[in-house]
């Protein structure tokens, strides 16, 4: 895809159809001169370079790389208008694709007539979720496993509901037995089952935790952010096949959450909340004097918490579930590019002198930490520091990010480490761009060059 000629062709696009509307002078309070602007942009773009640089394959430290330029073309095009998918008053067009969207990804979870909309990221939509969890259940918390994302914990805190973190297993996903006794005492409302955590990329057993949940009259949120798009390898045979249970359970738990600004190749400002009963509306009816006024069908601020939001979001995510569906064929093919990349790294690790595979990869995310401080925790951590610093300013960088774990946790994946210190870092790649698959052994030898340097 040439990217400058979709640009043009968007300014072209947006430009025929305001020509329709009469020509007009704009006021000279907005007039920069061309010479002017260039000496600004120059020490703009200069500040940019500022940056990591996430669209490399040597970059694989956080959950992070650039949209797609079919999202790029999209939002770009759409935001020359500046639609706002509060009201259809503010954005018709970009509304509608909203909704053409929303049923798609219900679509890939198996939600029937579910309610749903674009958020500006996971943090408010799981915010959401909780919202609408707390008015079902006034008065009974949410438990979510240790390893959920820090936002769960400070989002009930904003909601003003209990939150009650439930331990994991040695592979980092909810304790199925801790969380039955949480839920025996009568006081949870809704658990959130996480289906890729944002440290480990663990999958909670979705379809375990909603039996316990239904057993004790729970109600089940799935916070699929990070891992959601991944539902589309779910039963597949081959490599990148993953195990259909947790991920079939998705459509029947009560809510999910999922961030195509991660896997689903969007600029940040796209997150999506999806609820299975349509009937949960009613807990956003609001009256607003001086909107919805230019049609009686929904408008998508009847049904979400914030106010403005970029229809700009909703058309590039339109324009790139149109060429790249969320299908196995389509979406599924990235997302298993880098699913594959994980798991191939995971070989070299398992083989390697120099580093340690901390557990086996589930998603895209591998941990391992260097050895060659020796097998104590302290060791390790002040490896894995200098690993990081080293790789980003070497003369080949690679930019990894860390993981603080604790002592029960390695001890419990590796009884030969020495657990000397409470908690420490170990290493953390995320290889989310499908790229990664081609690049792996060159990580993999660059991240043990750096190691043998003690
Ligand atoms: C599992 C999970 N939930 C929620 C979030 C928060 O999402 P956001 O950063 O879009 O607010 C993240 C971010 O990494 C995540 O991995």
């Known amino acids: 895809m040439d990217l400058d000629r979709w640009l043009n062709a968007g300014l072209q696009a947006v430009a025929g159809w305001q020509d329709g509307f009469g020509a007009f002078d704009r006021h000279a309070s907005l007039d920069i001169p061309d010479d002017r602007f260039a000496a600004v942009f120059a020490e703009f773009t200069g500040r ?13 430290g956080q959950m992070l790389k650039p949209p797609h330029p079919a999202a790029v073309a999209g939002y770009l095009t759409a935001m020359l ?10 954005g018709p ?28 990221s996971g943090t408010i939509a799981n915010l959401e979720a909780l919202y609408v969890a ?38 980092g996903r909810i304790d199925l037995g801790e969380l039955d006794a949480v839920l025996a005492g009568g006081r949870i409302g809704t658990v959130v089952a996480t289906a890729g955590t944002t440290g480990l990329g663990a999958i909670d057993p979705v379809h375990e935790v909603l039996a316990v949940a239904r057993r004790h009259g729970a109600r089940v949120h799935v916070d699929a ?104 064929e389509g979406l599924g093919q990235v997302v298993a590019a880098g699913r594959r990349a994980a798991l191939a790294w995971a070989g070299l690790l398992r083989d ?54 604790t002592g029960a946790a390695m001890a419990a994946r590796h009884p030969a480490v020495a657990a000397d210190t409470d908690q420490g870092r170990i290493l953390r790649s995320v290889l989310m761009k499908p790229e990664s698959e081609d690049h792996v052994a060159e990580l993999h030898a660059r991240v043990e060059e750096l190691a043998a340097v003690r």
């Open 48 to 60: 940019l370079r500022d940056n990591y640089p996430f669209f490399h394959p040597s970059y694989i």
């Open 81 to 90: 208008i500046n639609p706002n998918n509060h009201a259809l008053d503010g």
């Open 93 to 120: 067009a970009t509304a509608q694709m909203e909704k053409e969207v929303v049923a798609q990804l219900a679509a890939m979870f198996g939600f029937d007539d579910p309610l749903g909309h674009l958020t500006t």
């Open 134 to 171: 707390r008015e079902l259940h006034p008065g009974r918390g949410i438990a979510y496993s240790a390893e959920a994302h820090y936002t769960h914990g400070r989002m009930c805190g904003v909601l003003g509901v209990s939150g009650t973190p439930v331990g994991v297993d040695s592979a």
């Open 225 to 328: 952010a990070y891992g959601g798009f991944f539902t589309l390898l779910a039963g597949p045979d081959g490599q990148a096949g993953l195990d259909p249970a947790p991920w079939r359970a998705i459509g029947s738990c009560d809510s999910v959450v999922i961030d195509p600004h991660k896997h689903g190749l969007q600029p940040y400002g796209c997150g999506a909340v999806l609820f299975a009963d349509p009937d949960v509306g009613r807990f956003y009816v609001h009256d607003s004097a001086y909107t919805y006024f230019t049609s009686d069908e929904l408008h998508l601020g009847e049904i979400s918490l914030e106010c403005s939001r970029a229809g700009a979001a909703a058309a590039a995510l339109w324009l790139t579930l149109a060429l790249l569906p969320p299908t196995p």
């Open 352 to 405: 390697s002198d120099l580093l340690e595979l901390y557990q086996p990869p589930e998603l895209d995310i591998v941990c391992y930490f260097p050895l060659t401080g020796g097998p104590r925790l302290s060791a390790i951590d002040a490896a894995s520091a200098r690993l990081l610093a080293d790789g980003m300013t070497d003369p080949r960088p690679v930019f990894l990010s860390t993981l603080r774990v």
